[in-house]
């Protein structure tokens, strides 16, 4: 039996990066004696990793099942079942945004680059959310948490779903609400602004949840979590001299810039809010006489640089998507790797990243046994 003490588990965004976690947390169900149930009672999710999130969570009661759903969509994933992946449908999204400057600013329609309705009927028919509340029900399961932003306060919303004891928590820019977890909580969290349409929940429109996300792991620290763990989708273990500048001899192109802008949005905060978590362990460890507890953290990143994996992968991309990221400098050649990293739900590109994740966490598999409480006697699922 594995001893939960109120672990949670916390998936970052990243559009296809997010096949990362799924290799992770494939290395840690084989840790694990077959049929347990998940071993994080609070799960916390956003953007592509609320999807991850959201699967785990329907099947809390037994975490080989889960692993196993979760892996073999990831390692069968192809873009026509994210987005629309014909060149018709991208012409009509791009005419629609254009159309749109001659409208005052009031669309008739929702605006992206890409139509994620493939996405929900994938989602629709691997992923029973009725299941959420059985788990918590027969208590397998604390809490899940979804965030989101809303695009009409700007702030970042966790929707969770837990048991009775829980209660809603607000600051100047988050937000924690109970909520029964939809489908359009899922697409939500995970709609890259101007990439994936909105998508509307209650009266206001929400969007991809790393945006403005300053604390991502606030959420689980609000449902209860002493200890966390957080699987990220940054290359930051990687050696110092893969992060050095290479110097361009053009101005950073459209890609690059947003290549930017995302990282900052799903890595940097997330970072930045671990260092200031450890930082805040380490001086409460300084004053015996301090009330605050010790929240426990164990990371987990990527070994390589996702961008360099994903400049391999560039030319699975549908070929008019492929023109698009073509055109903005979204290649190889042009430096524009980070924004294609996003949306490369091809098969190669996520069973690399899957093999990745297994291979990093397997590295610190001692550590992870120790964090979960696993016993070293505990007979693995696939001895």
């Known amino acids: 039996m594995v001893k939960k003490d109120h672990t949670a588990l916390i998936l970052s965004g990243g559009g296809a990066r997010a096949a990362y976690q799924v290799g992770v947390l494939s290395a840690i169900g084989k840790m694990m004696p077959k049929h347990s149930s998940i071993p994080f009672p609070i799960i916390c ?40 992946v014909d060149s018709m449908s991208m012409v009509s999204s791009i005419g629609r945004i254009l159309l749109s400057l001659f409208q005052n600013g009031h669309p008739t329609q929702q605006l992206s680059l890409l139509n994620n309705q493939p996405l929900r009927q994938l989602l629709q028919r691997f992923l029973d959310l009725d299941k959420i509340n059985t788990c918590i029900h027969h208590k397998q399961l604390e809490a899940i948490s979804i965030t989101a932003m809303s695009y009409s306060s700007g702030k970042t919303t966790s929707f969770y779903q837990g048991k009775s004891s829980l209660s809603n928590w607000e600051s100047n820019r988050s937000l924690g609400l109970r909520s029964r977890l939809t489908y359009n909580h899922l697409l939500a969290s995970s709609a890259i602004p101007t990439i994936f349409p909105a998508q509307k929940i209650g009266e206001h429109y929400f969007a991809d949840g790393a945006m403005r996300q300053q604390s991502p792991i606030s959420p689980a620290l609000h449902l209860g979590a002493k200890k966390v763990m957080i699987i990220g989708v940054s290359g930051n273990r990687a050696p110092k001299h893969w992060h050095s500048e290479v110097s361009r001899p053009h101005p950073p192109s459209i890609a690059q810039i947003t290549g930017q802008l995302l990282n900052s949005a799903f890595i940097d905060n997330l970072e930045d809010d671990i260092e200031q978590l450890e930082r805040i362990n380490k001086l409460s460890a300084n004053q015996p006489q301090s009330q605050y507890q010790p929240i426990e953290t164990m990371i987990i990143s990527p070994s390589v640089e996702l961008d360099q994996l994903a400049a391999q992968h560039f030319s699975d991309l549908p070929t008019g998507l492929k023109c698009v ?59």
């Open 45 to 84: 999710g956003t953007s592509a990793g609320a999807l991850n999130a959201a699967m785990l969570a329907a099947n809390a009661d037994n975490f080989t099942r889960a692993i196993s759903k979760l892996s073999y969509l990831w390692r069968h994933l192809t873009p026509d079942q994210i987005y629309q």
């Open 325 to 383: 990221m073509g055109a903005i400098g979204a290649t190889p050649k042009a430096g524009g790797s980070s924004a294609a990293s996003y949306l490369l739900f091809t098969q190669d590109y996520c069973r690399s990243l899957i093999e990745l994740g297994q291979k990093d966490a397997n590295w610190e598999k001692e550590k992870i046994m120790s964090f979960l409480n696993i016993p070293s006697h505990a007979k693995p699922v696939y001895e």
